[in-house]
């Protein structure tokens, strides 16, 4: 048993050595997975109530990109921009959502709140 947790931290440390500039903080695993299993859900053509699948994966796709081009020590308003685009998803057509979101990102930026 040893050995094999000996071996499996020495694969951790030469990983973490090989990728010391690259982390994931818990809110961008929580939507990685969030990702996923919209993934999987829009494969196996699972219905969610009230919601479309589609649209809350391109949604958590721009916050991705939204991550990647505004690193930003406080990103929580850039996950407050996701959830109410979802949220806006019930009532208003996909065009209509990003555009809004795009805005409020832009604003946010302009604002220096990211």
């Not at 030469?14 to 903080?25: G, K, N, P, R, Y």
């Not at 020590?73 to 019930?90: C, E, H, Q, R």
Request: proline residues 4%; charged residues 10%.
């Amino acid at each position: 048993m040893d050995s094999q947790t000996d071996l499996s931290g020495q694969i951790l440390q030469q990983w973490t050595a090989t990728t010391a500039h690259f982390s994931l903080t818990k809110k961008e695993i929580f939507l990685l997975a969030a990702a996923l299993v919209l993934i999987v859900l829009l494969v196996g053509q699972v219905p969610v109530p009230y919601f479309n699948v589609s649209h809350i994966l391109l949604l958590t796709l721009f916050t991705f990109l939204g991550k990647g081009f505004f690193p930003a020590t406080k990103d929580t308003p850039l996950y407050f921009a996701l959830i109410s685009g979802v949220l806006m998803t019930l009532y208003y057509p996909i065009f209509q959502v990003l555009l809004i979101y795009f805005l409020l990102i832009g604003f946010m930026k302009v604002l220096k709140v990211l």
